[in-house]
């Protein structure tokens, strides 16, 4: 099946220590993204990549880092610089649309809560 | 970033209602998508609007792009329970390549 697999589901780690979030997609899709979601909020933006070997920051990129090595993965590290990094972490892949190639369809995987003790 | 206006930001009703919600900008947006996220899980899209008065339906779901290109509209008709959940809107603005904004999102609860 076709699809973004996150991994892990559930991921505890000491205060402190640097931690890697897992995103691979087997859609083909060029561009993904990482979005964070505290409780009862919507989705900011960390980071997102267009193509393989390129990326750009999101409006909170401090104290996380990408890369973009392979098309189908788009690991998130969240370093210790991260002052509040307990939260929801979302990975997405997009594939773009219409006639004009224009417009961007974008699919989540089934997210990574983190907890930071 | 740029920032999306999602109204209400809950709604409770009763089994069987219709329920509207909408997204407002003050930009000009070139695709606008809706999406639901149940609790502990990633967004799932139900609706994607590519033109200027496009109206789409997608089941009891009907999402509608506004003739300005600065706002959305989704809206069910005779919700049942399992409509449960929140729904974000998100719009693709023309000079933002592959980058998606997001609503805050409408966290709906279903009364049986």
């Known amino acids: 099946d076709g699809g973004i697999t996150q991994s892990p589901k559930y991921l505890f780690r000491k205060e402190g220590q640097n931690v890697t979030l897992s995103c691979e997609q087997n859609l083909n899709h060029d561009a993904m993204y990482w979005y964070r979601q505290d409780p009862g909020q919507g989705l900011r933006l960390i980071y997102y990549s267009q193509i393989v070997n390129d990326f750009q920051k999101g409006d909170i990129a401090e104290g996380y880092s990408v890369s973009r090595e392979k098309k189908e993965s788009f690991p998130l590290t969240v370093t210790s610089a991260q002052k509040n990094p307990t939260a929801f972490y979302l990975c997405?892949?997009?594939?773009?649309?219409?006639?004009?190639?224009?417009?961007?369809?974008?699919?989540f995987g089934q997210g990574t809560r983190l907890t930071v003790v | 970033g740029q920032q999306l206006n999602q109204s209400p930001q809950s709604m409770f009703i009763q089994e069987g209602e219709d329920v509207s919600m909408n997204c407002t900008s003050s930009s000009i947006f070139n695709t606008w998508l809706w999406y639901k996220q149940e609790p502990g899980e990633g967004p799932v899209l139900l609706i994607a609007?590519?033109?200027?008065?496009e109206l789409t339906s997608n089941g009891r779901l009907t999402a509608q792009f506004g003739i300005t290109r600065k706002d959305s509209f989704l809206n069910i008709s005779a919700s049942i329970p399992s409509d449960v959940g929140i729904y974000f809107c998100a719009g693709q603005l023309r000079t933002s390549g592959s980058r998606l904004t997001f609503g805050e999102g409408t966290q709906l609860t279903v009364n049986p």
């Open positions: 997405a892949s997009s594939i773009v649309r219409g006639t004009a190639r224009r417009h961007t369809e974008a699919f």
């Open positions: 609007l590519y033109k200027a008065g």
